[in-house]
């Protein structure tokens, strides 16, 4: 599984062409029982599964698949000035919050919806500076360890949006809503160093924010970034 789940859950949830729902549902189905050890991988299987819920609340592996993946990320740590599960900050962090977040559905709210907004609000505060989003670098963020501050990826950013919006979906706390601006406003030019993380020219979105400013490739993942995180200012705007 991992962040092809969430492609197929996606597909199979929101596609307009009947056969791509039918074919992604069979494939996401076929691996929906498969469990990794890794809590990311865990993590984006469990969003994968969340789409496929929207359109078959009945899946029951789909069901049980975003319950593992919100125990794969663990419970909050009890140190209010490191509350993360893990005592690495990595790839996609928001993405473990989200998954948590969206599994308390299952279970109408109670401690997992807790841990998750508590993950988030963490994950939130740590990230501002000076009012904009500086979002952990490529190379993560260790406890106890001073934090660099690049290279940050697009994927960070797009993955806190993501987990805003489901935030104020669940909980209805429009106060989300500031997330996703802040991760608009960071592909748009309010980051570190006040410059736009995409092209115009092309619509490709930068693959990082360095020291000396953009990385001016322009990948697939990155350009997929803007592009989800951009969708989302048009209910956030």
Known sequence: MGPGAVGLGTAAARSPAAWIREEALVAFSRGANRRSPAPHAMAFAGLGAVE????????????????????AVGACGTD???????QRLTYASAALAEV???ASQLRQGGPLLDDGL????????VQLRDGH?????????????A??????????????????????????????????????????????LGTPMWDPATG?????LTPHGPNL????????ALIATLQHARRWS
């Open 147 to 192: 934090r660099p501050r690049h290279d940050q990826q697009p994927i960070e950013v797009a993955a806190f949006a993501d987990a805003c919006a489901t935030a104020a979906t669940v909980t209805g706390d429009l106060g989300w809503g500031a997330g996703v601006r802040q991760a608009v406003g960071w592909f748009l030019g309010d980051n570190d």
């Open 80 to 86: 209010p000035r490191w509350p993360w599960p893990q």
């Open 133 to 145: 989003l500086s979002v952990v670098p490529a190379g993560g963020w260790q406890r106890g360890v």
């Open 118 to 125: 508590r993950m988030l609000a963490w994950l939130r505060d």
């Open 100 to 102: 948590v977040i969206a």
């Open 204 to 208: 490709g979105g930068y693959d990082g």
């Open 217 to 224: 490739n322009q990948g697939a993942e990155s350009t997929l």
């Open 52 to 71: 496929v819920l929207r359109r078959h609340p009945a899946h029951a592996a789909a069901a049980a698949l975003l319950s593992d993946a919100a125990t």
